[in-house]
Every structure is written in C-alpha cells, then in structure tokens.
C-alpha cells in the first residue's frame, strides 16, 4: 500500500496504528574502561562507578573511518534486516543527533545514500539525549497520520569528539561513550498499536548547564571566554544530576497520569542512561522491580541520542519486549530538555 494510499484511508475511518518492525544497533570495537582513564586523568575505577556506574564506554576510531554517519548505516542495515525489508522501502528517514557529519548535508541524507535509500523524505533532529524520544513521538505522527508508510529512526552520537580526557575535563569524559542505533516503524491497520501518551518539555533558560561552545558569544554570561574549551562539552555535572532527579520520576508520572495507567501495568521502562543514580532514584519512587527497568550505563556509558534506541535493541534481541507490551521511553539532557513516549507494543 502506498502513502497516497493510507492517506485517503485515514480520512473518516480513524488513524492508523504503528509498529516498530525492527531493530539495530552499533558499538564501535574500542573500548575506554576506567582503568584506561585512570592513566589519563585523576581519576579511579571507584570514583567513576560510584558517581555515575559507569565501568567502560565505546569510542569511535577516526583512523577507521568511524564516525556517527558510519556507525548510524551500520545500525540501520541491522534493523532493516530484523524488519525483513529493504532499503528502498523506506519513504522517510531521521536520525536524531547532536554530533552530525557536517552542518550541511544532514546526516539523514548521507545514510540513505550509503545504505541505498530510493528518495526517502529524511532530515536530523537534534534535542541532545532527548532527541531519539523526541523524534519517536514526531516519526509517530507522520507514520500514524497516513503521511508515511515505512520510516526509519535512527538515534547516534559520538561524543568523543568533544571530550577534554585531561583532568580539567574528568566530570564528562568520565560519562560518555560514542554509539547508534536505530528502529523501523510501519504502519498497520491495528490502530491500537502504536503511541498511548506522550510529553516533551524543554526549559531553554537552563541552557547553560551543558553546552559546547564553538565560538566567545557561546559562554553564558559571567563566565570568561575560554578558547580552549572551543569544540569541548561543558556542564555544571551537580545543576545536570539535580534537573534530571527531579524531572526523570515527574516525567513518569506526568506520562502515566496521561495514558491513565499504573506504573506497574507498564511492562518495560526504556530510560536515557544518564548516571546510574538518577535510574535508581526512579526506580525506588516507582517500586519498579530491576528486571522492568533497562540498565546498561555500565558497559556503554551515556551514548546520547543512542542511549534509548540501544536499550531498546538489547531488550528486543533478549525477548524482553515483545508483542502486547506496554514500553515507555524516557529522555531527558541539554537544552535542557525531558520527554517521554509510551507505546502498546
């Protein structure tokens, strides 16, 4: 069936429903432990663990190519592959990032054409880890509202590129790993599959708790212009882990209260790994038992926008979400910016 197609149909007979079909991810193989940043910067393995839970973190090697167009093809060739399809199938493509290629082309364009797209309609969209969930519910819609049959979202970051591994630079470097991953959505004529409730919020006064400045009107103001810090991330880590203690457990509640449901009628909580702490913290408000809460921080650090989309992949892949489950994705980073997206599986 094509678009022009599911349009007409959704014209008086209600929208469509809308399935995630598959799966894929991509790690780079080089790994960064603790151990290793113990000799590059003051640091320690229990230090790192104890404030964040993070014991390695995978990074892009550039010698190789690697980078977030290569690992985000990579990661959609997989999903493509689980969803049995072909790239030419794809009428729309969007990768959720803050580390693109280029300014120009988006790196949307640049993975149809590596992975043997048709002409997909595809752009990016950056909201910092809060992108991939951010993208979801919008990919959502246009699926949904008939737009669109067959779509692609793929989240990627390699934020290694902007990391200081010094000890001036130890509160980040010590976070964040380098990652992509990606689903394929499909429309159906279930109109029960698909988004139950979904909130997006951002508080842009807050900016200045992490950034990455690129030029001196880029500092907030009564901080000193600081060449050296051109093209490095930086954040208040205290003000970042307050924000996103308080907002993470309002977040779930504010989706839960939309979709009129209990937190222990969802079946998975698929959560941005942002510190190990702020999932605890959720998870001890909620009583949501280990196995209903993803964690993988430890083995790949926070990897941005592919942090949900990660999660996402391992639980599929595990079985762990499957057919009638109830998944809600949560996402929250700089901007500042927090949403949530809670699908019938």
């Excluded at 605890?280 to 909620?286: D, G, I, L, V």
């Excluded at 038992?289 to 993803?294: C, G, Q, S, V, Y």
């Excluded at 926008?305 to 762990?320: I, T, Y």
Aim: hydrophobic letters at 40%; proline letters at 4%.
């Amino acid at each position: 069936m094509n678009a022009s197609a599911l349009t007409s149909r959704t014209g008086g007979a209600g929208r469509l429903g809308v399935r995630i079909v598959g799966t894929g991810s991509c790690l780079p193989d080089r790994r960064l432990t603790n151990a290793d940043l113990e000799r590059l910067m003051d640091t320690s393995d229990e230090w790192i663990v104890q404030r964040t839970g993070v014991r390695e973190r995978r990074l892009v090697d550039p010698s190789k190519g690697e980078c977030t167009r290569t690992l985000s093809a990579e990661a959609l060739r997989q999903a493509l592959r689980a969803a049995r399809l072909n790239a030419t199938d794809l009428d729309l493509l969007v990768i959720a990032t803050m580390t693109p290629e280029m300014g120009c082309p988006p790196t949307s364009c640049l993975v149809a054409g590596d992975v043997g797209a048709a002409s997909p309609a595809a752009f990016d969209l950056n909201a910092a880890c809060s992108g991939f969930v951010f993208a979801l519910n919008t990919v959502h819609e246009l699926v949904r509202g008939g737009l669109y049959r067959t779509a692609a979202l793929i989240g990627a970051d390699t934020l290694s590129v902007h990391m200081d591994y010094s000890t001036p630079g130890r509160g980040t470097a010590i976070l964040f790993g380098d990652a992509a991953a990606a689903v394929v959505m499909r429309a159906t004529d279930d109109a029960s599959k698909g988004l139950i409730a979904q909130a997006m919020h951002t508080n842009g006064a807050a900016w200045k708790e992490i950034y990455i400045p690129e030029s001196d009107r880029h500092f907030p103001p009564g901080v000193a212009c600081d060449p050296s810090k051109f093209g490095r991330v930086q954040m208040n880590g205290a003000g970042v882990f307050k924000f996103a203690v308080t907002t993470f457990s309002d977040l779930i509640q504010e989706t839960l209260d939309k979709a009129g449901l209990r937190s222990d009628e969802i079946d998975m909580f698929v959560c941005h790994q942002s510190n190990a702490r702020i999932l605890s913290s959720a998870r001890e408000r909620f009583g949501i038992p280990a196995e209903r809460l993803h964690v993988n921080i430890d083995r790949v650090g926070n990897t941005v926008a592919a942090s949900v989309p990660l999660c996402l992949d391992e639980l599929v892949r595990e079985g762990r979400v499957r057919e009638g489950h109830k998944v809600m994705f949560l996402g929250f980073g700089g901007g500042l910016t927090w949403g949530s997206s809670l699908w019938q599986f």
